[in-house]
Structures are given as structure tokens and as C-alpha cells.
């Protein structure tokens, strides 16, 4: 089983920056595809974006394509999510999560693909 942490949450100003990191334990951590997704209040979860298990290849949601990049360091067991040019509508909680298919392509969007979960972290952007 893999435990996941998120972290680097807070409140930023509209065209901030952050960096969120997730940290894994436990399991193989280079075999599986990772993926971000993020849940503000009274919405569903949303795919942000996943990397493959050797970084290789990114996929992004389209309003994320030139604004947030996923990396991971697999020597460090963490993956991350660097955000620019932040808006309001980035406000939610942002979560990783491995994908249960592992490496397999193509990489997914849909949450149902998604098995082991982070508990989140704030990211609140002002106006």
C-alpha cells in the first residue's frame, strides 16, 4: 500500500506562484503513473495533470497547459505540481493519487482510475 503526503498549500495572491510536492511511502513508487487532481467546495474533483513512472511524458488538463508543470523525482519518492500565474478559479483542495493501472498508457483523467490518495492540500488564491 502507498501512503501519500501532500504539502506546499497556502494563500497566494492572483498571478502567484506555488510549488506542492506530494511525498510517497510505502509500495514502489517508480511503477506508477501519478496524477494531481484538485476539489473546490461544492464541485467535483478535476484532473490537473499526471506523469508518467519516469517522467517521461506529462499530460495536462487544458486549463493548466502553460500555467502549472508536474515533475516527479523518483530517487525521492515525489512528485510535484508547479503552479504560475495563479487565478481565484485555482482555489481547491489539490490531491496526487497513483493510478491503479500503474505505468500502462495512455495516462487517465477519470479519478476511477485512480487508487491511492493524499489528503489534500489548501490552495487558496485572492483577488
Known amino acids: 500500500q502507498v501512503q501519500l503526503i501532500e504539502s506546499g498549500g497556502g494563500l497566494v495572491q492572483t498571478g502567484g506562484s506555488l510549488r506542492l510536492s506530494c511525498a510517497a511511502s510505502?509500495?514502489?513508487?517508480?511503477?506508477?503513473?501519478l496524477g494531481w487532481f484538485r476539489q473546490a467546495p461544492e464541485k467535483e474533483r478535476e484532473f490537473v495533470a499526471a506523469?508518467?513512472?519516469?517522467?517521461?511524458?506529462?499530460y495536462y488538463a487544458d486549463s493548466m497547459k502553460g500555467r502549472f508543470t508536474i515533475s516527479r523525482d523518483n530517487a525521492k519518492n515525489t512528485v510535484y505540481l508547479q503552479m504560475n500565474s495563479l487565478k481565484p478559479e485555482d482555489t481547491a483542495v489539490y490531491y496526487c493519487?497513483?493510478?491503479?493501472?500503474?505505468?500502462?498508457?495512455?495516462?487517465?483523467?477519470?479519478?476511477?482510475?485512480?487508487?491511492?490518495w493524499g489528503q489534500g492540500t489548501q490552495v487558496t488564491v485572492s483577488s
Open positions: 493519487a497513483t493510478d491503479r493501472r500503474l505505468w500502462k498508457l495512455p495516462m487517465s483523467m477519470d479519478p476511477g482510475d485512480y487508487n491511492y
Open positions: 506523469v508518467t513512472w519516469n517522467g517521461g511524458s506529462t
Open positions: 510505502g509500495g514502489t513508487f517508480s511503477r506508477y503513473t
